[in-house]
């Protein structure tokens, strides 16, 4: 069974400063994809970026980048000049295919505070 | 914005009573998915729908049916609402291509008393 581990359950950054969240995943797939998605106070889930499992290259969006290590099976997101806006929770994800679809499987998340 | 809307956004029922929650997309997407969202757990997947009328079991199925008439229509049952079934609930599509990420409706809260 597909897993995602996100060990920092809350975090706190200094706006403007970098925050790395954390995000490990087990799967015996070849293929995958994997996703952070940001859900502030209001409930709505955004999504922030994706990594396919062949790419070769680090998922960038913006602020966002996703530090991928394919063979430690991690996938930090890293989001640069933090604002007081990016105060939210992460979750993590991965896609694993399914017989007739995609299913995402979540971590836990991590809850980020930025502070003034 | 993927044109998800879900309905009701808040419901308080009691236990043993039916519930439906439905989602509505009007972009046509193929796969539409139920998730319930709780503390400490993130989003688990409760069915999922591949087209009208093909529908399968996520992780978290057990108290829960779906359907499927329409494209743009995915119905969440509760046959007889207990406590355990008091979360958020999400629906989601997710989109063709080689990512397939997802996008989310608003959620629904809904509490069993």
């Known amino acids: 069974a597909q897993k995602i581990t996100q060990t920092q359950p809350g975090m706190f950054v200094q706006e403007k400063e970098a925050v790395t969240l954390d995000c490990t995943y087990d799967t015996s797939d070849q293929s995958y994809g994997l996703f952070w998605y940001k859900q502030p106070s209001s409930g709505e889930m955004i999504f922030l970026i994706y990594?396919?499992?062949?790419?070769?290259q680090n998922a960038t969006e913006g602020r966002y980048s996703l530090n991928f290590q394919k063979a430690r099976k991690s996938a930090n997101l890293v989001i640069s000049a933090s604002q007081l806006g990016d105060s939210a929770m992460y979750f993590c994800a991965m896609r694993e295919v399914l017989s007739y679809g995609q299913n995402f499987v979540f971590g836990p998340g991590t809850r980020l505070s930025v502070l003034p | 914005d993927a044109g998800i809307t879900q309905s009701p956004r808040h419901k308080v029922t009691e236990t043993g009573t039916p519930v439906t929650l439905r989602c509505h997309q009007t972009e046509n997407h193929r796969y539409m998915y139920w998730y319930r969202q709780d503390p400490g757990h993130g989003l688990r997947l409760i069915h999922y729908?591949?087209?009208?009328?093909?529908?399968d079991k996520g992780e978290v199925s057990d108290g829960y049916s779906v359907s499927r008439s329409k494209t743009e229509d995915f119905l969440l049952t509760l046959e007889s609402a207990t406590s355990s079934q008091t979360s958020v609930y999400f629906c989601?599509?997710?989109?063709?291509?080689?990512?397939?990420?997802?996008?989310f409706g608003p959620g629904t809260r809904l509490t069993v008393t």
């Open positions: 989601a599509i997710s989109l063709s291509g080689a990512r397939y990420e997802q996008y």
């Open positions: 729908s591949y087209g009208v009328k093909d529908t």
């Open positions: 990594q396919g499992s062949y790419d070769e």
